[in-house]
């Protein structure tokens, strides 16, 4: 199989007139499909367009031939499967077993699994649905990857979406094969470690936005408590203890009140683990200490904690862009420019409230400018421009010189650990610090 590898991955294309591929060359490399659903279309077409000559397997070729690019060779299982070195099983787990079958042809040869268990399948069974095919097939090596792109998106191109693959298995060699395939279909393979590690790249895809539920929650409690405050005391003391209606408040008003003061307490939320890791690390005088478990975990959310904090004051500024449209504004402003004239004054100015209110709003936008610069700059792209020390000077309160990366999970995957990552202690950049302003403009 490694005279067939050592071979450029990218073929020659012939190209014919109106741009689309006649015939794959035929020193491309060969690889093989075992299965003709949805992923095993995409990935054939992917293949194709990235150079390889494909040999598609199903139970009834003759049927399913006509949805694959012409290029590709549809045909039955064994025939598929007797020359490529690498095959991939893009069929479910269940029906694993009736490719038993074919296991002699398939002895010495790369099965690529690119399967995804359903959140039940993954509970039920203690083994990866690679290990599964690997002990069916104990002469072939198994190699796990692609399951993190969906059909779609590997129909779409790299262009959209993820382009991390992680890619799993106990042979290097054939790990490396692989790596070179995902590499030149366009994506980024990432070495996860031997096929005891499937399992868990198998529980990516069942993860809906990890890390964000706990932050979400947070917020939103902390958005009731803060509403049914100021609800109490802007709506429903004048209306007990001076029957006024202020009930028009509720939409507008007590919820521009109630970001702001859900954005602060997130915003401290966001460094406070930080003060009380630096703490502990004193206490015990030592940092080679795992945190607990709490304290960890608080650590790893403060990204999210910090974006909820950043998307509540940025929405407290559309709001408050906002009051000036409202109808109560408008009714409020004739009142009193009708009080003003039945008081026979002419001029209504007041130097102190001037001054309080054009640096309330510049203290305002400042702080809003800030924290957008803090939120700019943990987008992935950016984040990963930047290198340890300009992230924690636009991030940190203060420039660490230790590292503990506590997270047991993939690298790099999910989980932005990178400003985890050692740090020089040599010099303190200054601090951008999350501008305070508080306002009353009643
Ligand atoms: C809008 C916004 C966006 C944000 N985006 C991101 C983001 O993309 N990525 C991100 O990571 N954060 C993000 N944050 C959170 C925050 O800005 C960073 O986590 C920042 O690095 C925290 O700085 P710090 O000085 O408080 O803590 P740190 O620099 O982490 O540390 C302070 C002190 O705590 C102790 N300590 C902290 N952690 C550990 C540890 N693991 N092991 C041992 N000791 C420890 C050390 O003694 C250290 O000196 C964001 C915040 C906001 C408001
Ligand atoms: N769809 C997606 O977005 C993604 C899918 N995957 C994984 O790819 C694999 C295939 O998924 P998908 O293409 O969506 O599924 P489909 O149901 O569309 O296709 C499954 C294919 O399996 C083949 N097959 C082989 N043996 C059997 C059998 N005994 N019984 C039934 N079918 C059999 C069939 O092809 P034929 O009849 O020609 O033999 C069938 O077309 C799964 O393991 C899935 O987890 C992974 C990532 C994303
Ligand atoms: C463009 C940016 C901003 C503008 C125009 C703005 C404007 C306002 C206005 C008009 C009020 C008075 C609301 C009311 O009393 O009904 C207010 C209050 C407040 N703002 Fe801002 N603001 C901005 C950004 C921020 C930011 C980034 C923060 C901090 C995270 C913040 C924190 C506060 C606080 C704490 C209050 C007091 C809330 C209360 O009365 O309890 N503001 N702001
Ligand atoms: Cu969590
Ligand atoms: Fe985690």
């Known amino acids: 199989m490694s005279g067939e590898m050592e071979k450029p991955l990218i073929g020659r294309r012939l190209v014919d007139s109106n741009g689309s591929l006649v015939e794959a060359p035929s020193e491309a490399p060969k690889v093989g499909i075992l299965g003709s659903g949805d992923f095993a279309r995409s990935l054939a077409t992917r293949l194709v367009d990235s150079g390889f000559n494909v040999v598609v397997g199903s139970r009834n070729p003759k049927r399913t031939a006509g949805l694959f690019p012409s290029v590709a060779q549809v045909t039955f299982q064994v025939d598929a499967v007797s020359s490529p070195e690498v095959i991939f099983v893009a069929v479910f787990r269940e029906h694993y077993s009736s490719l038993c079958g074919l296991s002699h042809q398939l002895a010495g040869k790369i099965l690529v699994d690119v399967s995804n268990p359903t959140e039940q399948e993954h509970l039920q069974h203690r083994e990866s649905n690679a290990e599964y095919l690997a002990s069916l097939f104990p002469t072939s090596t198994v190699v796990k ?25 106990d042979q290097p060699e054939a790990k490396r094969a692989v790596s070179e395939m995902v590499h030149a279909m366009g994506f980024m393979p990432v070495d996860v470690g031997s096929l005891a590690s499937a399992r868990e790249v198998e ?13 979400t929650l947070l917020a939103l409690g902390l958005f009731v408590c ?25 939409p507008v008003s007590v919820v521009n009140t109630t970001l702001p003061c859900v954005a602060y307490v997130l915003l401290s939320l966001v460094y406070l683990p930080g003060v009380l890791a630096a703490a502990l690390q004193l206490r015990r005088g030592t940092k080679y200490r795992r945190f607990p478990d709490w304290l960890d975990h608080w650590l790893q959310h403060r990204k999210q904690i910090g974006l909820l904090s950043f998307f509540c004051a940025a929405l407290h500024a559309l709001y408050s862009f906002c009051l000036p449209l409202t109808r109560s504004h408008r009714y409020d402003l004739v009142n009193l420019a009708v009080k003003q004239v039945l008081a026979n004054k002419s001029h209504l100015w007041v130097e102190e409230e001037v001054w309080r209110m054009e640096i309330y709003l510049s203290m305002g936008v400042l702080a809003l400018g800030t924290l957008s610069l803090l939120a700019v700059t943990s987008l992935p792209s950016i984040a990963n421009s930047l290198n340890w020390r300009e992230f924690s000077f636009v991030q940190a309160v203060e420039p660490a010189d230790w590292v503990q990366s506590q997270d047991t999970h993939l690298p790099s995957l999910r989980h932005q650990t990178s400003f985890l990552a050692p740090r020089a202690s040599a010099c303190s950049p200054a601090p951008v610090s999350t501008l305070c302003h508080m306002e009353d403009v009643s």
């Open 203 to 215: 529980a990516i895809p069942l993860r809906l936005l990890p890390g964000w539920k706990v932050p």
């Open 226 to 250: 803060f509403y049914a405050y100021n609800f109490i005391r802007d709506v429903l003391q004048p209306y007990v203890q001076e029957s006024q209606n202020k009930f028009y408040k509720l």
């Open 145 to 169: 990857a692609f399951n993190v792109i969906s059909a779609w998106a590997l129909q779409a191109g790299p262009r959209d979406g993820n382009r991390q693959v992680p890619i799993c298995g």
